[in-house]
């Protein structure tokens, strides 16, 4: 129902910057969080942030200060602005919305990810 594109990924030195975007597609109605989740290589997948549909958001305790989540309900897109990135930060990052309708309650859908590799 709910097709996920994420980009922006790549190759960085610490303290660098980048810009991951997801863009939704499909039955894009319904969709209250967005957000963005990451799983390093021997580490179980974690949240990074999330925003809601009226724009409020949530950050894990190492992105906090470092990034920013938004998101863009005309275009069905979710970014994450992230700075100051250090080696920890390598990792798959994968876009996540819940989508809530009446017929589908609550289903969570996911991107299928996109590498982000911080060099020391």
């Known amino acids: 129902q709910v097709q996920l594109v994420e980009s922006g990924g790549g190759l960085v030195q610490a303290g660098g910057s980048l810009r991951l975007s997801c863009a939704a597609s499909?039955?894009?109605?319904?969709?209250?969080?967005m957000a963005w989740y990451r799983q390093a290589p021997g580490k179980q997948r974690e949240l990074v942030a999330s925003?809601?549909?009226?724009?409020?958001?949530r950050y894990s305790g190492s992105a906090k200060g470092r990034f920013t989540i938004s998101r863009d309900n005309a275009k069905n897109s979710v970014y994450l602005q992230m700075n100051s990135l250090k080696p920890e930060d390598t990792a798959v990052y994968y876009c996540?919305?819940?989508?809530?309708?009446?017929?589908?309650?609550?289903?969570?859908?996911w991107g299928s990810g996109t590498v982000v590799t911080v060099s020391s």
């Open positions: 996540n919305v819940e989508r809530i309708t009446v017929s589908s309650w609550g289903t969570s859908y």
């Open positions: 499909g039955s894009t109605t319904g969709i209250e969080v």
């Open positions: 925003i809601t549909s009226d724009g409020s958001t």
